[in-house]
């Protein structure tokens, strides 16, 4: 119910406090050169670049979910951890491990939580593997499994580029179909840095060649 309820506040809340347009070089900036997307043609790429340990990122969770649940659906997001320091890999490997153990949606909750609403340190693999033992059910050795797996390790390699492609500083940042790049720093509430990310989807879109009956 209080779910539900805060999914419509932040749907009005985006919608109430989207303008018209949004200014390039102010709210969103285009990205030199474009980058490759990893969708299929006929789709648009989101991604949210994010720390957990990110007051930003964390406030924006609301706003981002409800946008998540109502995008098109030829519109495809992923999460993208960043690694702009060797402080930050712990936690980018906590979101893969989770994803490598299909339990990103509940583990990301969980770690939000703990850090901002608990206050509750992650600072070392301990940390999360207790968090993930006792809180989301994951048994010791599985979790160790995936925390060292190689596919991991790729994921977080891949994720570092990834970054470095897009000249990610801060965080949160959201690239648009390889070709925007808005968030943290560009003049935006919570509510209006979503306004933008879909504004700035449907521009994509309507770039999409037609379909024909």
Request: contains cysteine; proline residues 6%; glycine residues 6%.
């Amino acid at each position: 119910m209080l779910a539900g309820l805060l999914t419509l506040v932040a749907v009005a809340s985006i919608a109430a406090n989207a303008p018209e347009s949004y200014k390039q070089g102010t709210n969103y900036i285009p990205v030199m050169p474009a980058q490759p997307v990893s969708v299929n043609p006929g789709q648009i790429e989101v991604l949210e670049f994010f720390w957990y340990g990110d007051p930003h990122c964390f406030a924006l969770e609301p706003y981002l979910e409800s946008w998540i649940k109502n995008k098109p659906g030829d519109v495809v997001f992923a999460y993208v951890p960043a690694v702009l320091n060797p402080q930050w890999n712990l936690a980018a490997r906590a979101y893969y491990t989770a994803l490598q153990l299909n339990i990103s949606d509940k583990a990301g909750a969980a770690i939000y939580t703990a850090i901002h609403i608990s206050h509750r340190e992650l600072a070392t693999q301990a940390d999360y593997q207790s968090l993930f033992t006792s809180q989301l059910g994951i048994d010791a050795k599985l979790f160790q499994s995936a925390w060292n797996s190689q596919a991991v390790n790729t994921r977080i390699s891949q994720a570092m580029v990834l970054a470095q492609r897009y000249g990610i500083n801060k965080v949160p940042a959201f690239t648009v179909n390889g070709k925007w790049l808005t968030g943290a720093g560009f003049h935006l509430s919570d509510a209006q840095t979503m306004g933008a990310v879909n504004w700035l989807t449907q521009r994509e879109q309507a770039l999409l060649p037609s379909v024909a009956p």
